[in-house]
């Protein structure tokens, strides 16, 4: 798609200043979420609570009842409203809980995971996983194992994203890089590099790739073919989410803050574009 302007130049794209998220007392944020209500959602890794904010940004409470969190350190949600935390635990003990909508513990879908870290769901409601040193695995909706990615270009996996069209993106945090996959699982390229402790991938409706850059204090955003976009300063970022509007929200660890950053300038899709459609 290539978008008419009619009213005026358009500045470059960028964020605003730090708007930081009140009310919750959060202790070692690590995952950041977003659901199609535009709640914020922010785990906590030290106090085993998922801190829930609305679309305003105001402090509603803990989310999640019924369930035993264990080092809970990203959460995502499919299209049905359902939220799945991935949990460290200790030892071989990681697992996925399944909460509905209101919160309320469904089920572990999967476990016996050692150090499970990043989560990404993709259009059809398939959950893939970061584990351990070189593995990232996509599963079924029920917790089904569907396909385990070659392990040859992935180093220390501690996110994964996915795009509109199924490719899948793997932040390796020892190699610095992002590597991309088809939805088959076949590697297609390395496609960003030179990172500095990498923590955090996501994806927003245009197909931008948002990168937290920890070891730089930054986080990074580039255009679906790699071209960087724009960098914003932030502290520790472990954890990104986009909404529809744009605003990046990221969860810094050891500021044991939310920071919401709303865009400045370029172009902004709302929601994903069809699979074969780029903007």
């Known amino acids: 798609l290539t978008p008419a302007n009619t009213g005026g130049a358009v500045g470059a794209f960028g964020f605003g200043a730090a708007i930081t998220l009140a009310g919750a007392t959060l202790s070692g944020p ?28 105001t402090y509603i409470g803990t989310f999640g009842t019924g369930g035993t969190m264990s ?38 879908i999967i476990s016996g995971m050692h150090l499970a870290n990043g989560i990404g769901i993709d259009a059809s409601n398939n959950i893939y ?13 029920s917790g ?8 040859a270009n992935i180093n220390g996996p501690t996110d994964v994203a996915v795009d509109a069209s ?11 890089n ?22 955090c991938i996501a994806i927003d409706g245009a197909g931008n790739i948002y990168i937290g850059n920890s070891g730089n204090n930054n986080v990074k955003v ?32 050891s500021a044991n803050k939310e920071y919401e950053y709303k865009p400045t300038g370029g172009y902004f899709l709302s929601g994903a574009l069809p699979a074969g459609l780029s903007f």
Do not use: C, H, M, R
């Open 178 to 199: 992002v590597t991309k996959y088809n939805s088959s699982g076949t590697y297609l390229s390395t496609l960003l590099t030179g990172f500095i402790t990498p923590t």
């Open 144 to 151: 089904t194992l569907i396909l385990t990615l070659p392990t």
């Open 222 to 253: 580039y255009s679906p073919n790699g071209t960087l976009l724009t960098t914003k300063a932030v502290t520790d970022a472990e954890g990104l989410a986009i909404d529809s509007k744009g605003d990046l929200f990221v969860a810094s660890f």
């Open 30 to 57: 690590n995952g950041s979420a977003i659901d199609a209500s535009g709640n914020i959602y922010v785990t906590n890794l030290n106090n085993n609570t998922i801190s829930k904010y609305n679309s305003s940004g």
């Open 129 to 141: 996983v970061t584990i351990g040193a070189d593995t990232v695995q996509k599963y079924s909706a």
């Open 166 to 176: 199924g490719n899948i993106y793997v932040l390796n945090y020892n190699s610095a």
């Open 71 to 108: 080092a809970p350190i990203d959460v995502d949600f499919d299209s049905s409203g359902n939220a799945y935390v991935v949990n460290v635990g200790t030892g071989n003990n990681g697992k996925i809980d399944k909460y509905n909508s209101s919160g309320v513990y469904q089920s572990t």
